[in-house]
C-alpha cells in the first residue's frame, strides 16, 4: 500500500492511502496530539465525507483492532532501506510500573522506543507519560551501538 503523508500547515499531518473501492482512508494527526479517523468522500478524494476524532487511548485500542502488530513488521521493513538504522524489540523489565519517560533512554543511547507490545496489542508512539507494565516489549529504533545500550537499560535500569 501506498500511504501519502501531506502536511497540513499550521494543523499537523494526514496519512491516507486508497482503498479497493477507490476511496481514501487516513488519520490527521493533529500538533496538538488530536488525532482524526477520515474517510474521503466517493466521488472527490479530497474531500473529507466523515472526520471521528479519537483521543490517544482510542487511537491505540482502534489500532490494536486493526491488526496494529503489522506496525512492528512495517517498521522493519521500512528501517531496512535506512543505512546503519535498525529495529529491535527489547523487555522493559527493569521499567515495569514505570514510565517511559524514567528510562531516558533517547537521551542516553540516541535510540527511541517508537512503540510498545503488550500482551499483543501494539500502543504506537507512546509519550514519556506511558507507564509499562511486566511482560512489555519496547520497539526501539537506532544505531546497532544504541540498541545494545538501550536494551542494557530496560534489562537493567
Known sequence: MNVEVTPLPGIGTR??????????IGVITHRDGKVELIVSRPDDPDTTAASIPLGPQEAGTLAGLLGAPQLV??????????????????????????????????????????????????????????????????????TAAGLDAAAGILAGG
Do not use: W
Not at 510500573?97 to 531516558?104: I, M, N, V, W, Y
Not at 500482551?119 to 520497539?139: K, M
Open 15 to 24: 496519512q491516507d492511502f486508497t482503498i479497493r473501492t477507490g476511496r481514501r
Open 73 to 142: 513488521a512495517q517498521l522493519r521493513e521500512q528501517q531496512r532501506d535506512v543505512s546503519g538504522v535498525t529495529t529491535r524489540q527489547l523487555p522493559a523489565t527493569a521499567f515495569a510500573s514505570r514510565a517511559l519517560g524514567d528510562t531516558a533512554l533517547r537521551t542516553r543511547t540516541g535510540a527511541s522506543i517508537v512503540a510498545v507490545i503488550r500482551a499483543g496489542v501494539v500502543h504506537p508512539s507512546p509519550g514519556p507519560e506511558f507507564v509499562f507494565d511486566h511482560g512489555d516489549l519496547a520497539v526501539v529504533v537506532g
